[in-house]
């Protein structure tokens, strides 16, 4: 029972439930009959669930969790980020719709939970042969492989030499892991060539013009070096 002057009053429901409400006018002569009846339900706070994506079968992290009136409305979410990953919007678990920011463009009247969605980001690699010749340009998904079976085909190795691998010779982002069976970053990679033999070749060579020797007794004399 609450008693008031005004023509307006409000209060607050303890408990969740449906309730009536019926009003009596009352003053120094005495009391009218009650009023019609009028029903009202009370509704508790509503619980909203941000969550960072899944990954693998480990459920995704809780970002954010809040708990907002019935009824009422929510403010912006800082968007999370990952890397490699570019963040799409927050699927509502209730309809799998995705977006944004639509979470702030409807009323809040049941728990919710919102997942992060991300997309893969993707990479331009180069891809030069060993007298860095551009041999092709290809666009690869983050923390996938660079396929260069086609590209290691064209590389023109001398006799005795044979192919060693592709070698990472700049990445755009400095924090890249350089590998390219894991590409992370916009890159530039070139064929590189190794001696095949065991034993390295030895290449001499010798003047035709003597040398100028110098004696102990300050005497000089024209003599050829041979080894």
């Known amino acids: 029972t609450k008693e008031t002057k005004q023509a307006t009053v409000s209060f607050s429901l303890k408990d969740a439930g449906r309730y009536y409400v019926v009003v009596t006018a009352k003053n120094d002569i005495g009391e009218s009959e009650e009023s019609s009846r009028a029903d009202a339900e009370a509704k508790n706070p509503q619980k909203v669930t941000f969550r ?89 998904q983050y923390d996938e492989a660079l396929d260069t079976a086609d590209e290691t085909a064209q590389i023109k190795v001398e006799e005795g030499y044979e192919f060693a691998g592709w070698q990472v010779t700049g990445t755009a982002d400095s924090d890249s892991r350089a590998d390219i069976d894991h590409i992370d970053s916009d890159m530039e990679v070139k064929a590189v060539v190794a001696w095949s033999e065991k034993e390295l070749p030895v290449k001499i060579s010798f003047s035709k013009e003597p040398e100028v020797v110098k004696r102990e007794n300050s005497e000089y004399i024209e003599a050829t070096v041979s080894l």
């Open 52 to 140: 960072d994506a899944a990954d693998g079968d480990k459920e995704g992290a809780v970002l954010n969790e809040m708990t907002v009136e019935y009824g009422g409305s929510l403010g912006a979410v800082e968007p999370p980020s990952r890397k490699g990953y570019e963040f799409k919007g927050w699927r509502n678990e209730a309809d799998e719709t995705v977006s944004q920011n639509g979470y702030q463009k409807t009323s809040i009247k049941e728990d919710r939970t919102y997942t992060a969605v991300y997309e893969k980001k993707s990479y331009k690699v180069k891809m030069y042969d060993t007298e860095g010749k551009l041999l092709k340009t290809k666009t690869v």
